[in-house]
């Protein structure tokens, strides 16, 4: 079993693992429309069935929303 961290959580998994299992695992609502950070560095979206993670590494989900203002 490999320690990661997913969105400040300490996790464990079993390694080889992608953006895509760890998405998986996590049960991200709406995959369709995270953003996932590795490291702090950004993971293109065509990478995330394979790029493999590592021992130690950092995962966040990020979700970007947009809004307005009745001005």
């Known amino acids: 079993?490999?320690?990661i961290t997913v969105n400040g959580e300490n996790?464990?998994?079993e390694l080889p693992a992608t953006v895509n299992d760890?998405?998986?695992l996590n049960k991200v609502k709406q995959?369709?429309?995270v953003?996932?950070?590795v490291n702090e560095g950004f993971i293109n979206r065509d990478e995330f069935?394979?790029?493999q993670l590592k021992e130690g590494d950092s995962?966040?989900?990020l979700y970007f929303m947009g809004?307005?203002?009745d001005v």
Do not use: C, H
Request: proline share 4%.
């Open 22 to 24: 760890i998405i998986r």
């Open 49 to 51: 069935g394979t790029f």
């Open 59 to 61: 995962i966040d989900f």
């Open 31 to 33: 995959p369709d429309m």
């Open 35 to 37: 953003s996932v950070q």
């Open 67 to 69: 809004g307005g203002s």
């Open 1 to 3: 079993m490999a320690k």
């Open 11 to 13: 996790q464990e998994v």
